[in-house]
């Protein structure tokens, strides 16, 4: 048995909801208590593969360059190299050939870098499952799921296979995904039905990519992968590619101008070179395409998109998973974190703290372990840390807790929600009902007719409830978190939800702690530093919220303003004290969402952290939302654009400095890139202006493109954070991208190397008239190619910062840049004194006063912005 293969595991003609459940424990050979052995698991998973609908197919190394040869720049490069073989020498052919194809092998290494960590990130951001495996619940990708795993089903999550129900407590399952009907459907765990049974009313399965809307439940998963309903009903569509983001249509809306603007210069230099400089046509048309292919910015997407992806990797590994690009880019741009505090703020590692009245403890003990979500697993992975404090105290104080679930069935389970606020068990017991009830004190006062007082029941008045109301509101104020108990016993049954939550005796306060993580308070001092304003929305106690605020340094002189208060004002009401109110307690995720669009009236850009279903709408409001990856549903998950792998306030804001960091990388990157461009042309067109020929060879023009591609892909995107950085305001990403400031740096920059390198180039070309016309043309196009590689390297040390001295920065702290500028340095080195290059190159030789012209006026041209830093950074 342990052999069959999970497509053989069914028998003959018999659907896996008419089985019966022994049948189907002893088909699929599992434990029904204790799971698959790990051992099994992995067996099975090898066997069967993966739990995906489908695989996604990888880009070969030569699948990525066929494709590049299909890209507009490419095969205008193809055919220079073609023109060159038909009228140049069998040397240049081959060496442009060799250059087309590092560039190619170049790109298509840099997409697959970019591919790879976006794929690497949706692996990242696959929901969990969890699963009972050695008889102990875990938390495991939903796609290392197998057939026999037993499942443990929760209110929020999406099931990862088509299972059989084992156990249900008031299960309720979104199946539209299937069926088209938005509706819940209820489900239970019938042993079997007829083979007949349309799917959807088979209510004893659940089937894979629904969502448990209500509830809690056990499941034995019987599909996998393409073999569930899903599977077998979902075409096998390619993957498809994410939209542009704004940034990249920016790009797209500027390389559409530029380009025109760029051809027209490549036409226009190869025609002034033949009616002014007398060259010839051959000659200029090889320069003209060379031209074209280098300066027409069509790198500006690639770079961009490597900025991203890549960026959203090293996002990955300060534990933010980045779901869609378009955060990466406005991370930078946020005014306003509002986040939770339970594991946001705090530890999210519950202990009891009191228990109030002391007479009613062990009772209140009993209560608390029975009436529980956790079902009895413990692991911090699955339930509420409160759930599994309740449990922990239970067994510290000796409570015998099977034998209480021996001596009772569990009827009926009503699962908390942020409506109610409570959650209630239903048990039979001796004959009659005993119904559990836990939750906020106030929800479970509101349903309390009496309490329990030193083991005999009392009236509870309105005095004894404002009484125990305020004693809660004393212990919140010491940074307690309360949860209420209380029961009744009734004779009637079946009971619904209303009636087993109305009549209760309440039985006293549980008071738990969830200390503040230790670096809570000095992320909240980082985002206030860097103009960000963090608030807090939280369901618990307005006192308990106040404190956690004060421990983590929150704006504690601010209001708090609670749930009740928030629905008696309007939305204009709202929208004028959201920017003065930094604590929200006793809040609903529609409040959450209120507050969300109120901020936005305001014009701030929300960071929105959740974790339930209900947190989606606001999740999806806000300008980034930000999920909790250890405690949130999959529903929030899927609606935010960030999923936090280890739900800390500090990670977000470790974010946010990264996010900055990367948009100032990309900005630096893509001044730098057109700013090469406007000097390569201006270079280029100045001397055949003077009629005097073009400065480069075609084949030193493509080289030059190579290595500038290089340094803004590459170089930039490892530049790390100036300091200072989280010390600036946020920036508004309504601004232009290419607004004035960076005009002026594109245009700056460029100034400088176009001067230095037509200078150069021009004071060779007239001071070597004695030489022959093609010695002459080949040092001075030396000259220029010399100075434009040494130029554009100290221009990208200098374009690091905009304002920041390079011996500030560290030379040595861009390791990449400083690669890439060593390796630029040695091929000059080759080029000019290698004699074998040198025919192939279109070098010659250029003396001791040619390399100090060289070197003073590559170093001028660029390093006179080195100087301005300097003097502006002495400025008091």
Known sequence: MAEMNTTDRRVAGRPWHSIPLTALS?????????????????????????????????ESFWEGIWEELHEPMILLLLVTGVLYSIWGEPADAVTIFFVIFTLLSAEVINEARAERAIASLSLLAEPKAAVIRDGRAKEIPSDQVVAGDVLVLQAGRRVPADCRLLQAFSLSVDESNLSGESSPVEKAALDALPNVTPLSERSNMVFAGSLVTRGRGLALAVATGKRTELGKVAQMAREQEAPPTLLQQTMNQLIKWMAVVAIAFSILVPVLGV???????????????????????????????????????RLAREHAIVKDLQAVETLGAVTVIATDKTGTLTENRMRLARLVPASNEARLLEVGALCNEAGGQRGGLLTDPAEVALLNAAEENNLDL???????????????????????????????????????????????????????????????????????????????????????????????????????????LVALMDPPRPEAKAAIAACLTAGIRPIMITGDHPRTAAAIAHEVGLDSTSQVLTGSQLDALSDDQLQRIVVETAIYARATPEHKLRIVKALHVRGERVAVTGDGVNDAPALAAADIGIAMGQTGS??????????????????IVRAIKEGRTLFANLTKGVRYYLACKVALISASLLPVLLAVPVPFAPLQIILMELFMDLAASASFVAEPAEEGLMSRPPRDPRARFLDGRMVRGIFTGAAGLFAAVSLAYLVTWYGGASQTPAARLAQAQTVAFVTWLLGHVLLAFNMRSEQEPLLRLGITSNRVMLIWGAATLAFVLLATLVAPLRPILRTAPIGLGQWVLVVGLAVLGTCWLEARKWLLARRP
């Open 275 to 313: 009616v002014l400089a007398h060259e010839q046509v051959k000659a200029m048309l090889l320069t003209g395409l060379s031209l074209a292919f280098s300066v027409i910015p069509e790198e500006l997407p690639i770079i961009i998109t490597m900025v991203l992806g890549l960026g959203a990797f």
């Open 26 to 58: 002893t088909l699929l050979g599992t434990d029904l208590d204790a799971g698959l052995s790990a051992a099994e698991a992995e067996r099975r998973l090898q066997t069967d593969g993966p739990n995906r609908m489908s695989e996604i197919e990888r």
């Open 402 to 508: 099977d034998s209480l679930l021996r001596a009772r069935r569990l009827v009926a389970e009503n699962s908390f929600d942020n409506q109610r606020k409570l959650m209630s068990c239903v048990f039979a017991l001796d004959g009659s009902q005993e119904v559990l009830v836990k939750g906020a004190p106030e929800a479970v006062l509101d349903r309390c007719l009496s309490q329990q007082l030193d083991g005999q029941l009392a009236v509870l008045d309105r005095a004894g409830r404002a009484a125990i109301l305020d004693q809660a509101e004393r212990m919140a104020g010491d940074g307690l978190r309360l949860v209420a108990f209380a029961q009744k016993t009734a004779s009637i049954s079946p009971l619904t939800q209303e009636e087993a939550e109305s009549g209760l005796t309440f039985l006293g």
């Open 634 to 651: 999959d529903v929030a998950r899927e609606a935010a654009a960030i999923v936090l792998a280890d739900d800390n306030f500090a990670t």
